[in-house]
């Protein structure tokens, strides 16, 4: 799920609302240096492969271990936000989207704190958590 935050003029808008904790997106991948083609290059150290002419090696963004299934790490969402280097790491079912007017609620779980302190004992070990970046996200997006 890709949203937009930051309004833009003369064209639709939609918002959403969400709670969790922003994390810079970069933090939710590894830089991994992979082969590019398949061809066999036993005994050839070359930038380019000799056999079709692609670069030998390219720089791959590789999801870390907990992000494998696309849209969650662990028990929780992830919300990467579009023209932002942020994602937004959320409590499940907090999340909501509209493009109409008027208000939006979002039901907050009786068993927030105790949410809180699962997603941060997860995400504490994984570099991922800032106490600070923990609240009800509001965003703005194109479309
Ligand atoms: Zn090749």
Redesign the pocket.
């Known amino acids: 799920m890709k949203v937009r935050m930051g309004y833009v003029s003369n064209s639709s808008t939609s918002s959403f609302i969400v709670v969790g904790v922003a994390v810079n997106t970069d933090k939710l991948f590894t830089q991994k240096e992979v082969r590019n083609?398949?061809?066999d290059?036993e005994g050839i150290e070359s930038q380019y492969?000799p056999?079709?002419?692609?670069k030998?090696m390219i720089t791959k963004s590789i999801p870390i271990p907990e992000y494998t299934n696309y849209g969650k790490i662990g028990d929780f969402e992830v919300h990467e936000i579009d023209y932002d280097d942020s994602s937004i790491i959320a409590i499940p079912d907090t999340y909501d989207r509209s493009s109409d007017y008027g208000k939006h609620k979002v039901d907050v779980p009786e068993n927030m704190a105790e949410l809180k302190e699962k997603m941060k004992s997860f995400l504490e070990p994984l570099g991922l958590w800032e106490e600070k970046e923990f609240g009800i996200w509001y965003g703005v997006q194109e479309g």
């Open positions: 083609c398949e061809c290059l492969c056999k079709c002419g692609k030998t």
